[in-house]
T-cell receptor
Framework: DVKVTQSSRYLVKRTGEKVFLECVQD?????MFWYRQDPGLGLRLIYF???????EKGDIPEGYSVSREKKERFSLILESASTNQTSMYLC???????????FGQGTRLTVV | AQKVTQAQTEISVVEKEDVTLDCVYE???????LFWYKQPPSGELVFLIR??????QNEISGRYSWNFQKSTSSFNFTITASQVVDSAVYFC????????????FGKGTRLSVIA
C-alpha cells in the first residue's frame, strides 16, 4: 500500500521558533512536494524536489526552506515561525512526472 | 501558465440528489494531465482519477463519473445519488508533463450532503 507519512498530525509552536516538518514516503518516488492549505485559498505549493539534494521554489517559498538528504525523506523548515504560518501543511510524492501525487495525512500547525 | 478554476466554493445537496462539480483549466501545453482528489474531514487527500489530454472518453466508476471536454477546457465531476459519506472538499488539479512540474490545484469545492 502506498504510504506518505508526516511526522505530526498537530503541532503548536511559539513565534520565532525553528520548526521542522518531516515527511517520509516508502514508494521510491523521485518527486516530493510541500503544499500549504488555507481556507478559500486551496493548496499552494511551497517547495518541491525532483531528486535528492535538489529543490525548486513553488509559489510561496518565503519564510520556508527544505531539505532532501535521502530519497524517501523531505523536510520543511520554518526558520523563524510566525503567526501567519499557522496552516495545514500537506506533503506529497509522485513517481514520473505524469502520474498522480500521493498525500500524507497533513500537519496542522498553530503558531502562537 | 497553468491555472485551475473551481468556481463553486460550496455546494449543499440532499441525499440521493445528483451533483456536478465544475472544473475549468488553462494550459499552453497540448499534452497534460488532469486529476480529481477528495479530502474528507480527516484531512488526507485521496486520489480519485487521472485523465490525459488525449483521452476525451468519459469515465464512470460506480456513482462517480467524469466529463472531459477539451473544447471548453473543462473536466467536470458528477456524483449520482449522493450519500452523506460523499461530504468532503473536492479538488481538481492539472499537471504539465514538460520538465519536473508539480500539480496545480484549484481552490476546491466543499460538498455537503444532508441526510
Amino acid at each position: 500500500d502506498v504510504k506518505v507519512t508526516q511526522s505530526s498530525r498537530y503541532l503548536v509552536k511559539r513565534t520565532g521558533e525553528k520548526v521542522f516538518l518531516e515527511c517520509v514516503q516508502d514508494m521510491d518516488h523521485e518527486n516530493m512536494f510541500w503544499y500549504r492549505q488555507d481556507p478559500g485559498l486551496g493548496l499552494r505549493l511551497i517547495y518541491f524536489s525532483y531528486d535528492v539534494k535538489m529543490k525548486e521554489k513553488g509559489d510561496i517559498p518565503e519564510g520556508y526552506s527544505v531539505s532532501r538528504e535521502k530519497k524517501e525523506r523531505f523536510s520543511l523548515i520554518l526558520e523563524s515561525a510566525s503567526t501567519n504560518q499557522t496552516s495545514m501543511y500537506l506533503c506529497a510524492s509522485s513517481g514520473d512526472k505524469n502520474t498522480e501525487a500521493f498525500f500524507g495525512q497533513g500537519t496542522r500547525l498553530t503558531v502562537v | 501558465a497553468q491555472k485551475v478554476t473551481q468556481a463553486q466554493t460550496e455546494i449543499s445537496v440532499v441525499e440521493k440528489e445528483d451533483v456536478t462539480l465544475d472544473c475549468v483549466y488553462e494550459t499552453r501545453d497540448t499534452t497534460y494531465y488532469l486529476f480529481w482528489y477528495k479530502q474528507p474531514p480527516s484531512g488526507e487527500l485521496v486520489f480519485l482519477i487521472r485523465r490525459n489530454s488525449f483521452d476525451e472518453q468519459n469515465e464512470i466508476s460506480g456513482r462517480y463519473s467524469w466529463n472531459f471536454q477539451k473544447s471548453t477546457s473543462s473536466f467536470n465531476f458528477t456524483i449520482t445519488a449522493s450519500q452523506v459519506v460523499d461530504s468532503a472538499v473536492y479538488f481538481c488539479a492539472l499537471r504539465e508533463p514538460s520538465g519536473n512540474t508539480p500539480l496545480v490545484f484549484g481552490k476546491g469545492t466543499r460538498l455537503s450532503v444532508i441526510a
